[in-house]
């Protein structure tokens, strides 16, 4: 393959080491090609400037200026897909504030393991940004009017699931929803301990009752469940209520939670109470699921592609007739209500 149709990279991290080892092992991958490595943020401007690199790697804590406030400062200015590197922290989620595409967990470089599958989720997501774009960040809210301002059934239920870009798509949603919504459960694409983390940032930024899902928990409305990391979650109908279960499996569609999992769990228990919406994401995870609602007489929503910041997961569920409602994703608050009236 031409050089010219290579991803250009560009390493920005303090370590030279660590530098080195993330340089050598993405370029390994015969589409990709590290063009430079930036010891510092100041340096990683210059290379910018000169290499015209289509995704950048960067780590959160370097000297001089941190990685969140380089993106801050990068992106209104020259918009590069970046992925960050970290340790496990709640700062991730401000850096995907800020417009990080996705983010990687540095892993200790004295374990060959931990480096290898470092490295093979490093090229994975490079690859995703290398297609990614900053649509989304820009959607506008809008008010939101409800039927009646209370739930209307007691065995609605609203599904969502999301992959890349999808922590701020979900955050952008949740949080124009008042407490009186339907309750809620999320297959978001996310590591181990930081589904945790990101559930308990929801909780504190937003109306809603929001933690991670844990076998028994029961779905009330206005509460938010979302998937552990590393395990499927389905629901299963008690009475009049909807009870997870959160179970380990092999990876389907490559994830671990999977979004189809739960969604066809959804089709099977709520039927014409459920509402699916397939937000931003590489792949087609969720796509089969979102048909299984819909044929079973519920409502499904997905995010457009001008709003999503990866096109994937949307598309193939567009595609297949899985989609009801295509919207922009700062209409899908109101798509909401529009559904459950």
């Known amino acids: 393959m031409a050089v010219r149709n290579k991803i250009k990279v ?3 991290d303090d370590s030279l080491v660590f530098r080195e080892v993330i340089a050598r092992g993405i370029s390994s991958d015969p589409l990709i090609e590290v063009v430079a490595t930036a010891g510092d943020p100041f340096e990683a401007r210059d290379k910018i400037l000169q290499f015209h690199p289509h995704v950048i790697t960067c780590d959160i804590e370097m000297p001089k200026m941190n990685g969140i406030e380089f993106v801050r400062r990068l992106l209104p200015q020259y918009f590069v897909p970046v992925v960050m590197v ?8 401000e850096a995907m504030e800020a417009g990080v595409v996705d983010f990687v967990v540095k892993p ?3 374990s060959p393991t931990g480096v290898a599958t470092f490295i093979r ?7 995703i940004a290398s297609t990614a774009k900053t649509a989304m960040r820009t959607a506008e809210d809008t008010a939101i009017r409800s039927p009646s301002g209370k739930v209307q059934r007691t065995d609605d239920i609203i599904a969502i699931g999301a992959s890349t870009g999808g922590t701020e798509a979900i955050f952008s949603i949740l949080r124009q929803l008042p407490s009186a919504v339907p309750g809620i459960v999320i297959v978001q694409h996310i590591p181990p301990l930081f589904s945790r983390m990101f559930a308990e940032r929801l909780n504190s930024q937003i109306s809603l009752r929001v933690k991670e899902a844990e076998t028994g928990d029961y779905v009330e409305p206005g509460t938010v469940l979302v998937a552990p990391g590393d395990r499927h979650m389905r629901l299963k109908k008690i009475g009049a209520k909807y009870r997870a279960e959160c179970f380990d499996g092999e990876r389907v569609n490559g994830h671990c939670p999977s979004v189809d999992v739960l969604f066809e769990s959804v089709a099977k228990e709520a039927g014409r109470s459920a509402v699916g919406v397939l937000l931003t994401g590489m792949g087609r995870d969720g796509a089969k699921g979102l048909l299984a609602i819909r044929r079973k007489g519920g409502r499904t929503i997905a995010q457009d592609e001008a709003s999503s910041v990866v096109y994937g997961m949307p598309k193939v569920a567009y595609e297949i007739g899985a989609v009801e409602r295509q919207t922009p994703l700062g209409r899908i608050p109101q798509a909401l209500f529009e559904c459950l009236g």
């Open 86 to 93: 970290s340790a496990v922290s709640q700062a991730v989620f």
């Open 108 to 110: 200790d470089v004295q």
């Open 10 to 12: 560009l390493v920005v």
């Open 121 to 127: 989720d490093m090229i994975y997501k490079i690859k």
